[in-house]
């Protein structure tokens, strides 16, 4: 009630919980302005490689690398301020591992 007495109710809002227990891949800190961790969160045989690429929101490769581990950490200090996609691919079928987005301040 408000001080009329006069009681009023908003519209419904309905919120999406995403499950971040299931995502394949986790990159931290975000935003960044030096480093970037991504970690690999795969069912795939110890012995995979992975094709990580970063892009500028232009979709411009700005660097490729392969990683044997589920770990993987770049210097980022070097690009310009924006937002760039990480996408993980194993090396061994081609096939999207995830993808995550950062921001470099």
């Known amino acids: 009630e408000d001080i009329d007495n006069n009681i009023t109710y908003s519209n419904n809002v309905?919120?999406?919980?995403i499950d971040k227990s299931n995502l394949a891949v986790c990159l931290y800190p975000n935003p960044t302005k030096n480093l970037i961790n991504l970690t690999i969160?795969?069912?795939?045989s110890s012995t995979d490689t992975f094709n990580i690429t970063v892009s500028n929101s232009s979709g411009m490769v700005v660097r490729t690398a392969k990683?044997?581990?589920s770990t993987w950490e770049t210097g980022v200090s070097e690009l310009l301020t924006g937002t760039y996609l990480i996408r993980v691919v194993n090396?061994?079928?081609n096939k999207l591992v995830g993808e995550a987005k950062f921001v470099k301040l």
Not at 41 to 44: D, E, L, P
């Open 14 to 17: 309905y919120i999406n919980v």
């Open 67 to 69: 990683s044997t581990q």
């Open 91 to 93: 090396a061994k079928d």
């Open 41 to 44: 969160n795969t069912k795939t």
